[in-house]
């Protein structure tokens, strides 16, 4: 399985971005998670869908603004971020989570990850 994340870039404070993440292998049953790191800080989740893209989870830092959703026919997730802040200046990870029931929050769950990509938001 390998996972292609790309769509970032620099934005003003208050605009918009679409990553894409770009599956491939034998992802249909795994869920797509969406995680970033901001410089000196901890790896967070930021959203997930699950794998028949019913089912969305977002941190309270995402919730309203970023939508995750997936087209399996195209084998791919995406998160549109709107009314973006400067604080959401991160590098984006997707990460594949097998539907074992552990939480969408918690990294360990994801077993395949791709490579960032880099969002950064001027005020």
């Known amino acids: 399985v390998q996972l292609q994340a790309s769509g970032g870039g620099l934005v003003q404070a208050g605009g918009s971005l679409r990553l894409s993440c770009a599956a491939s292998g034998r992802t249909f049953t795994y869920g797509l998670g969406w995680f970033r790191q901001a410089p000196g800080k901890e790896r967070e989740f930021v959203a997930g869908v699950s794998w028949d893209g019913g089912r969305t989870y977002y941190a309270d830092s995402a919730k309203g603004r970023f939508t995750c959703s997936r087209d399996n026919a195209k084998d791919t997730a995406y998160l549109q971020m709107n009314n973006l802040k400067p604080e959401d200046t991160s590098v984006y990870y997707c990460?594949?989570?097998?539907?074992?029931?552990?939480?969408?929050?918690?990294?360990?769950?994801?077993?395949?990850w791709g490579q960032g990509t880099l969002v950064t938001v001027s005020s």
């Open positions: 990460a594949a989570k097998p539907p074992d029931g552990r939480s969408w929050y918690d990294e360990i769950a994801y077993d395949y």
